[in-house]
């Protein structure tokens, strides 16, 4: 189809129908000092193709990427160790060039790929089914929250402390939409999760609580405890899980009372990227599934009693359900979801377990080494793979000084709840299978310098 420019006329009558004044009113949602109103300032309104190129490489080179130097980086975001075999498979044609699979008689083996992820993400979580992928972690968890109140007709959302703020943000952004209230306060700087509070906010018009499990600070928060409460108060707990490799080393939350399970999976398969794309996983009890957004696969036999696989239950808003949709998610991640499901195929049970493993034996080294400086202090009882410590001084600044020392020494809580003063000294280190001594040593030599 060709572009057909509007008339000025058609925008007339195009907002006149939606009753906006002009088509400014339709960005009223962005902040004023996010919208251009001209030109970029500072860039040439045309150059060659030689010397963007140019430019746009002496940009690139200003980049400190995650394999050039010690990268200690984490909070929903993270670097492990990915297969080069995963990147050769999804660039097969039949998986890059494949889109939503509608017709199962022309997409089996795209059909089959989702089917699998199902399997694995469900076992991963202890949830009774899961889908075939959502866009990302955090809209996933808001996805959660709306399918808690439809489930149980109730409009007040609890989030713990620990919650990820980008997460507790999309909720309460996407909830200013249809009116959920959402309880929600930043964390604090102690060894312990606020479980008794969490506890004592719900009430009987919750519809639900969420738990990140490991939390931003990098605790593991009582599930079980956490889920017994609130179910006897008739709300839903909603686990959200932003580094799925440490379920290689801790009890699945559905296997501790969630009844919905949300999370990121980038960390398997995908890589960072610069920022994305990224893999919403999602998993409940089965008797939700009718409640649960976005689309699931599902194993069948045809009129020969050969097994085939079919696309199933996606109550969104292009098929019949209409307005009455669960969501207005219109795909899934298909091609992260494969590079997901092929990583850990490789890894297996056993293997994921070892990655998990070794990530928290790298953090373990990492925690004695820093708490072996004066000043520093480990604020974690338990850990995986992130820990946070607390420094004398703002995070922010030494995390910049470390940068200048040439390492990315972790994310810094002021970074993450800039209005949070009491939060500013803390920062979170992250480790992986890929952390070696020597990158312990130069977090730990360069930290000494700095607070020097």
């Not at 200690?72 to 975001?77: E, I, K, N, T, V």
């Not at 999760?193 to 969490?198: I, K």
């Not at 338990?382 to 946070?388: S, W």
Request: aromatic share 6%; net charge negative; charged share 20%.
């Amino acid at each position: 189809m060709r572009y057909l420019p509007l008339t000025e006329a058609d925008r007339a009558a195009m907002l006149s129908v939606i009753g906006a004044a002009d088509v400014d009113a339709l960005f009223a949602d962005v902040p004023a000092e996010a919208r251009l109103d001209g030109p970029v300032h500072g860039l040439p309104l045309h150059a060659s193709e030689m010397a963007v190129e140019r430019h746009m490489t002496a940009l690139a080179g200003q980049n400190m990427s995650a394999g050039s130097v010690p990268f200690f980086l984490g909070a929903g975001a993270y670097r492990h160790h990915v297969p080069a075999s995963v990147d050769h498979l999804i660039q097969r044609g039949e998986f890059l060039t494949a889109y939503t699979p509608y017709q199962p008689e022309i997409a089996q083996g795209t059909l089959q790929v989702l089917f699998e992820f199902q399997t694995q993400v469900a076992r991963l979580l202890g949830t009774d089914i899961a889908n075939a992928s959502m866009y990302d972690g955090s809209t996933a968890a808001w996805e959660a929250v709306a399918m808690a109140g439809r489930i149980t007709k109730r409009k007040r959302a609890v989030l713990c402390r620990g919650l990820h703020p980008h997460y507790a943000a999309t909720i309460a952004t996407m909830a200013r939409f249809t009116g959920d209230e959402i309880d929600h306060k930043a964390p604090r700087l102690e060894a312990g999760c606020d479980t008794a509070g969490l506890i004592a906010a719900i009430d009987d018009a919750t519809s639900c609580v969420v738990v990140q499990y490991p939390d931003i600070l990098g605790r593991l928060p009582d599930l079980a405890v956490i889920s017994a409460a609130a179910q006897a108060r008739g709300a839903l707990v909603i686990a959200v899980v932003t580094e799925p490799v440490a379920l290689g080393l801790v009890e699945a939350p559905g296997q501790l009372g969630a009844d919905i399970v949300v999370g990121e999976g980038q960390a398997i398969g995908v890589g960072l990227q610069f920022g994305g794309p990224y893999l919403g996983l999602f998993g409940c009890r089965e008797k939700f599934v009718r409640q649960m957004p976005g689309r699931l696969c599902g194993e069948t036999v045809d009129a020969e009693g050969k097994r085939g696989f079919v696309l199933t239950l996606s109550t969104r808003e292009q098929h019949i359900r209409r307005e009455k949709a669960t969501s207005n998610i219109c795909t899934n991640s298909g091609l992260c979801a494969l590079a997901f499901s092929i990583h850990m195929t490789l890894l297996g049970g056993e293997g994921l377990a070892r990655m998990a493993t070794l990530s928290h034996v790298r953090a373990r080294q990492a925690a004695d080494a820093l708490a072996a400086i004066p000043g520093v202090r480990v604020l974690n009882d338990a850990y995986v793979n992130e820990f946070t410590v607390v420094l004398p001084r703002d995070a922010r600044e030494v995390v910049r000084e470390l940068a200048d020392r040439r390492v990315l020494g972790g994310v810094s809580l002021g970074r993450l709840y800039p209005s949070e003063s009491d939060l500013a000294n803390g920062l979170l280190v992250t480790t992986s299978e890929l952390t070696t001594d020597a990158d312990i040593a130069a977090l730990a030599d360069a930290l000494k310098e700095v607070l020097a």
